[in-house]
């Protein structure tokens, strides 16, 4: 099945609407950083950093690919790199002024090296460890490492920060505060060697949300951005500590049906005879498959939106193809078919999708075969 037989629609009105409501919630002289890696979140990598680049102040990838995507599309705008670069791409990244998240001293001299023989700085980020044990400079080590940085020619430490690990699973905020404070100590400890960066980020989404304290000089806008709540948690702690905060899903997803065949009670829909029709059924047949990201796990359990009515998926997610109980709804072929969004009032969301298949909102977005087509609407 051609892959232009589904495709994303992604509102920019709400994408900008969910920006302006995370400005509201911090100060004035805090920047803003949107996250646009892993294809920004399913929504389209390009497409997002263009609608909003008048909106945002910098922008958040995990690679130097994303980053030279994100520069072709806002090319006005400093880019993070948070995610690991080997040494080979220290060039590209000096040359073309982005920013590097760095933990690796190895790293850090592959820049200086590229910083002289291109006579230009080379801005980079350390990332402290607090807590998370992901990529990170060892507390005990942070003012030696970036001691040593500061030292090396063309290098400019331009930022500090951290990322927190149990900020949005929990209504307990102990661990955060624990790292916030592990992270406020590194900072100082920075300071006290000399090395004092303009940059100070700590706070994702959930930080914005819930804690001021963690915003610093620039916050780091990731899942909200696109409407989408980290967790529970995190929504039931803002409606406690009384904020008002609307978030606004951006993106649906849709198709059209390619089929509509009447089947007799007792027969079976899809591999393996996993579906038998308990009576006279109409199914329709969709090009959406696991391969387009809708995930396997929906086999028998999923469902869409069909003409304003929620329909099950019936039999196995194939590759290609999906098969839905369309007898309440009438539908006719070429009807449009919505998988993730809204359709004449009704709605399935991510959170919606995560919880059926035991996954997150996150992962059910970015899974999203990045070649579907992504239009903004």
Known sequence: ?????SWIEVSGSRLRRNLETFRNLTASETSLLVVVKSNAYGHGLRLV?????????????????EALAVEVAAPAKPVLIMGHS???????????????AVYRQDV?????????????PAR??????????RLGIPLEEVASFGRRAADLPGIEVEGVYTHFSNIEDTLDPAFA??????????VAALEEVGV??????????AGILLYPETHFSMVRLGIGAYGIWPSRETRIAARERGHQVTLRPALTWKTRIAQVKNIDAGEYVGYGLSYQAPRPTTIAIIPVGYYEGYDRKFSNLGSALVRGKRVPVVGRVAMNMTMLDVTEAGPGEGDEVVLLGRQDGAEITADELGDKIGTISYEVLARINPLLERRIV
């Open 86 to 100: 080997d040494i080979q791409e220290a060039a590209r990244i000096v040359e073309h002024g982005f920013r590097q």
């Open 177 to 186: 505060l624990t790292q916030l404070e592990r992270f406020r100590k590194s």
């Open 108 to 120: 850090v001299e592959a820049l200086s090296v590229e910083a002289k023989k291109l006579e230009k």
């Open 196 to 205: 004092r960066a303009r940059v100070i980020h700590a706070a994702a989404t």
């Open 1 to 5: 099945m051609s892959l232009d037989l």
């Open 124 to 133: 980079i980020h350390l990332k402290i460890e607090t807590g998370t044990n």
């Open 49 to 65: 950093s263009k609608s909003i680049a008048d909106h945002t102040d910098w922008f958040g990838v995990d690679s130097l690919a």
